[in-house]
């Protein structure tokens, strides 16, 4: 087979891996893929830099942990999105609790008056999920009562959406359908998007040069509804830290001021934001996606950071070196974590609230009202996974990225900051596998039918938010984890449509 064929399918099986099936079965890991001699030289190239320091493997009863994900889905599931609680313990968020583990839950109590979720296990321990409001749902420490923190109501500063035209709002204007668009094959590609049922797409929305041009729900949810978007958060998360950059709390080329690595020696001190971004920082957090992961290693960091009801912050923030930075690209969640990290030092360092952040420098600017972000029970934004959002909020922050970074005149982001995150990582380059920007994935190996400069939001489940500046376009597509792989192909058959339906353009800036 032609080199070039194994390496594009070498990068699908481990985007496979990293992003569609991060939480599978404890016992299933890339090592039954390590036969592969592109494999086999990954994890080589990685070991020739490996330094010497040691995994310290997360405290706690796997089981426990698994239970205390499924307790804070299904609390989000009723509490947020508004499904019935045995729908999503069916086909939701396999990826912080396996399938199999639920059928281990002896008791399910979900208490609508007070919001809570309680799961009793057969050892008797019982996991609880609280929903707090505008921190939706936050899983109880192990034999905890109460949160750490105080939750915070968000407000925002919009009007009523049904008042404000698109994207501002959702009025939608009263005009033909673009004359330089095939609307058969729009309509085609919506079809094809929630084809096969057995795929459980929940949410399709597509927009050409701003302008809403395909929008499709299932049956019982709406433009209104939050849905799981799972590690679509990571793109928000770098975001978030666009904008501390553009208001000059930080530089990206900075080294990370992470409190924790600035004793004198500290080689994680040389670590920029940068090489965080990139997934590239080296830190040494195991995920089951690694293709150097084990599955006798036990419960990796990567799950712990969901669901170990502790400051998530200061675990990423403590874990060694393994890697110099900008050497090995690997799929990690201390990386997102560490920037949230730094962006709530960056808020509460200039004296502002954090919790309503996000609100107030970004949603508000772009027409957002509904995005729901979730903490630990610190407080600590998990927005590496834990964030609930509708999909034509997904599709206005699609277009702050189309649009370079710029809403209706003003600079949200700063300039290269799209160029940066939508162009391959160094490090991902080196590994052969031109997958992975900064907080973006890239559609380096044509894994999508769209053009190779694509760059997209991708989480568990298949949750996906294209951005195409060739054609002018965004296209999101939400839907239950459950219907993961058979919803891909409808996507794809969907993409296929859009890219015949839909003329190659100029950008439109």
Same mark, same amino acid.
């Given at each position: ?35 592969? #001699?592109?494999?086999?030289? *990954? ?6 830099? +490996? $330094?010497?320091? @040691?995994? /310290? &493997? ?108 698109? #994207?501002?709002?959702?009025? *939608? ?6 004359? +330089? $668009?095939?609307? @058969?094959? /729009? &309509? ?322």
């Amino acid at each position: 087979m032609n080199r070039s064929i194994l390496t594009a399918l070498l990068a699908s099986v481990l985007l496979l891996l990293s992003c569609m099936n991060e939480g599978g079965n404890e016992g299933a890991s890339s090592a039954s893929y390590n036969e592969d #001699p592109e494999v086999e030289a *990954l994890v080589a190239r990685a070991k020739s830099f +490996e $330094l010497p320091t @040691e995994w /310290v &493997r997360p405290p706690g009863d796997p089981l426990h942990h698994h239970t205390a994900g499924f307790a804070k889905i299904l609390c989000s599931a009723v509490f947020i999105t508004g499904l019935d609680a045995d729908f999503a313990a069916e086909n939701i968020g396999y990826f912080t609790s396996d399938y199999d583990q639920r059928s281990r839950v002896t008791n399910r109590e979900i208490d609508i008056e007070n919001k809570l979720v309680h799961l009793t296990l057969p050892d008797g321990v019982v996991r609880t999920a609280q929903y707090l409001g505008d921190q939706g749902c936050v899983t109880l420490p192990l034999g905890e009562d109460g949160l750490l923190f105080d939750p915070v109501d968000v407000k925002s500063a919009l009007p009523d959406p049904d008042m404000q035209p698109w #994207p501002m709002g959702d009025v *939608l204007p009263d005009e033909p359908f673009p004359a +330089e $668009l095939d609307e @058969e094959k /729009v &309509r085609a590609a919506v079809e094809a998007a929630f084809e096969p049922v057995d795929g459980m797409t929940a949410a399709f929305v597509v927009t050409w040069k701003g302008r809403l041009i395909a929008e499709r729900y299932r049956d019982g949810l709406d433009l209104h509804t939050p849905l799981e978007s799972w590690s679509m958060g990571k793109s928000l998360t770098a975001t978030l830290m666009g904008i501390l950059i553009q208001q000059g709390v930080y530089d990206l080329w900075e080294p990370a001021p992470v409190p924790e690595w600035q004793q004198e020696g500290d080689p994680r001190a040389e670590i920029r934001i940068a090489d965080i971004l990139r997934m590239s920082s080296g830190i040494r957090c195991v995920n089951r996606g690694d293709p150097e992961y084990d599955p006798t290693m036990g419960y990796p960091d990567h799950l712990y950071l969901y669901t170990g009801g502790m400051d998530s912050y200061q675990w990423a923030a403590t874990r060694p070196q393994q890697w110099p930075p900008n050497t090995v690209g690997r799929y990690r969640n201390c990386d997102p974590v560490l920037t949230n990290y730094l962006v709530r030092l960056g808020v509460e360092g200039r004296g502002e609230e954090y919790h309503s952040f996000p609100q107030r420098e970004l949603f508000d600017k772009i027409g957002i009202r509904d995005m729901v972000m979730e903490t630990d029970p610190y407080g600590n934004f998990l927005i590496q996974g834990y964030e609930f959002g509708t999909g034509r909020d997904w599709a206005r922050l699609g277009n702050l990225y189309l649009q370079d970074g710029v809403w209706q005149g003003e600079r949200i982001l700063p300039e290269g900051f799209v160029e940066f995150v939508s162009t391959l990582a160094p490090a991902w380059e080196a590994d052969g596998r031109p997958v992975y920007g900064g907080f973006f994935w890239i559609n380096g190996t044509g894994a999508y039918p769209i053009p190779e400069d694509s760059y997209y939001m991708a989480g568990a489940g298949n949750q996906k938010a294209f951005i195409v500046p060739s054609h002018d376009l965004v296209v999101v597509r939400l839907g239950h984890y459950k219907g993961s792989s058979p919803g891909d192909e409808g996507l794809k058959n969907a993409l296929t449509q859009l890219m015949e339906a839909v003329p190659e353009s100029r950008r439109w800036l």
